[in-house]
T-cell receptor, first 111, second 114 residues
Framework: DAGITQSPRYKITETGRQVTLMCHQT?????MFWYRQDLGHGLRLIYY???????DKGEVPDGYVVSRSKTENFPLTLESATRSQTSVYFC??????????FGEGSWLTVV | AQSVTQLGSHVSVSEGALVLLRCNYS??????LFWYVQYPNQGLQLLLK??????LVKGINGFEAEFKKSETSFHLTKPSAHMSDAAEYFC????????????FGKGTMLLVSP
């Protein structure tokens, strides 16, 4: 049971570069989410998706783009990375939209 | 609108002592409530959830939580702490009336000393 797989797990990139974080789930859950976790802010929702081709903004969407062409994949793209986007990013999925299961996280450093 | 307050960013207990992590919520509609645990460099793992059935909810690793509507609380307890319980714990709330996103508390780091 693979669950949720995130890649890359660790990434260092330069300011201004485009970065894509991949997320793949094997449960066929309808809902998928991207959160970022920062000291002092806890977990904040970036984007979520209720189904393929349906996405919506969360609390902190600026500077991020998502797509959901297939139910199992939900990539997160930083169009032009900034140092403030240095964070740990968690992908998650849910069958009912409420009970959420998380991936292992992607550590992103923007220098 | 919904929110979660976790009292105490750090809680220290001795091995074998009672663990009590506090969570108070605010929600304009009946809530679903969750506790997650995060070990270093890992994702969040679901410990337990309350979804309007029994008010005392039992989870994994010997943890349990009680929903108290009058106190708007959902405190997490474990009778006897183990060294392996050292981790960060997050309380979260969502609405049970249709889909709503989870709102997380800021987390409580549990430290367990021998």
């Amino acid at each position: 049971d693979a669950g949720i797989t995130q890649s890359p797990r660790y990434k260092i990139t330069e300011t201004g570069r485009q970065v894509t974080l991949m997320c793949h789930q094997t449960w066929s859950h309808s809902y998928m989410f991207w959160y970022r976790q920062d000291l002092g802010h806890g977990l904040r929702l970036i984007y979520y998706s209720a189904a393929a081709d349906i996405t919506d903004k969360g609390e902190v969407p600026d500077g991020y783009v998502v797509s959901r062409s297939k139910t199992e994949n939900f990539p997160l793209t930083l169009e032009s990375a900034t140092r403030s986007q240095t964070s740990v990013y968690f992908c998650a999925s849910s069958e009912d939209g409420n009970t959420i299961y998380f991936g292992e996280g992607s550590w992103l450093t923007v220098v | 609108a919904q929110s979660v307050t976790q009292l105490g960013s750090h809680v220290s207990v001795s091995e074998g002592a009672l663990v009590l992590l506090r969570c108070n919520y605010s929600s304009s509609v009946p809530p679903y409530l969750f506790w997650y645990v995060q070990y270093p460099n890992q994702g969040l793992q679901l410990l337990l959830k309350y979804t309007s059935a029994a008010t005392l909810v039992k989870g994994i690793n010997g943890f349990e939580a009680e929903f108290k509507k009058s106190e708007t609380s959902f405190h997490l307890t474990k009778p006897s702490a183990h060294m392996s319980d050292a981790a960060e714990y997050f309380c979260a709330v969502s609405s049970n009336s249709g889909y709503s996103t989870l709102t997380f508390g800021k987390g409580t780091m549990l430290l367990v000393s021998p």
